[in-house]
């Protein structure tokens, strides 16, 4: 015997409508880093959480086709920088062009092998733990080796401009 579901066929939302929607969350903004074979890699990212405290970690939400995905699984590390309103420019300028491109006029320094992005309010150096494949994207978890902050507060994004945290 059978039984038919008495809910209707799941359906989804056109990409433009689902977008819109998703910018009315209020959400932090980072650059993911890495040093790729010919000069440091990064983009900016708005999907980034704190994942496990034994052992500390995070996860990143990298596009499945993206140069930074590429480096970062093959250098096994990767920094999450996260941009405090004084550099809310790099949100943009990690967001396209080249890896030159992106890094160009930023300063930077090497830990733990990977890039840091000197302007960062919150660092944090993480070793590839795992990564599962997910639609278009790859979340990419990574146990974390070094950390830094300070009391700058981060870049926001909401409605699809950038603003202060409490600004």
């Given at each position: 015997m059978t039984t038919e579901s008495l809910l209707p066929a799941p359906?989804?939302?056109?990409?433009?409508?689902?977008?819109?929607?998703?910018?009315?969350?209020?959400?932090?903004?980072?650059?993911?880093?890495?040093?790729?074979a010919d000069g440091p890699v990064g983009c900016t990212v708005n999907a980034v959480m704190s994942l496990s405290l034994d052992p500390p970690s995070l996860l990143v939400s990298l596009a499945g086709r993206g140069r930074t995905l590429d480096q970062v699984l093959e250098r096994g590390a990767f920094a999450v920088n996260v941009l405090p309103w004084s550099a809310r420019h790099l949100v943009r300028q990690f967001a396209t062009g080249t890896a030159a491109q992106r890094f160009a006029g930023v300063a930077w320094r090497s830990q733990h092998g990977v890039p840091v992005l000197t302007a960062a309010s919150v660092s944090a150096v993480c070793e590839v733990s795992d990564c599962v494949p997910m639609y278009d994207h790859v979340l990419v978890a990574g146990t974390v080796t070094w950390t830094h902050s300070d009391d700058q507060p981060p870049t926001v994004l909401y409605a699809g401009a950038q603003h202060p945290l409490g600004g």
């Open positions: 359906t989804t939302v056109p990409g433009d409508v689902f977008r819109h929607t998703m910018a009315r969350l209020p959400t932090g903004v980072a650059v993911v880093t890495t040093q790729g």
